[in-house]
Nanobody, 117 residues
Framework: EVQLVDSGGGLVQPGGSLRLSCAASGFPFTLYALSWVRQAPGKGLEWVSGIHRNGTFTSYTDSVKGHFTISRDNAKNIVYLQMNSLKPEDTAVYYC??????????WGQGTSVVVSS
């Protein structure tokens, strides 16, 4: 059974940090690029960041460049999203997905991030 389990979300003040994790199982993790996407309240799905299957290449949407960092541990089948200097506009449900573009083959269940004072 394929599983992507997202965790690490929560309530944080503006300027704070969170690290999201996505633990994967049931598919050949090292053969897949992985991305984080998010959906803010009342808005559509937005691609946030992606990482090549071997971790050598990463990419970010412009609004998070310089304050989000994606990484992966292929020995543990985990992908991370370190989020620093969080802003209220980063409030969303964040999902780990396989691949770079839609349609994404596999999805995590999502983890909620709320940035508010």
């Amino acid at each position: 059974e394929v599983q992507l389990v997202d965790s690490g979300g929560g309530l944080v003040q503006p300027g704070g940090s969170l690290r999201l994790s996505c633990a994967a199982s049931g598919f050949p993790f090292t053969l897949y690029a992985l991305s984080w996407v998010r959906q803010a309240p009342g808005k559509g799905l937005e691609w946030v960041s992606g990482i090549h299957r071997n971790g050598t290449f990463t990419s970010y949407t412009d609004s998070v460049k310089g304050h989000f960092t994606i990484s992966r541990d292929n020995a543990k089948n985990i992908v991370y999203l370190q989020m620093n200097s969080l802003k209220p506009e980063d409030t969303a449900v964040y999902y780990c997905v396989t691949g770079w573009i839609r349609p994404f083959e596999y999805w995590g269940q999502g983890t909620s991030v709320v940035v508010s004072s």
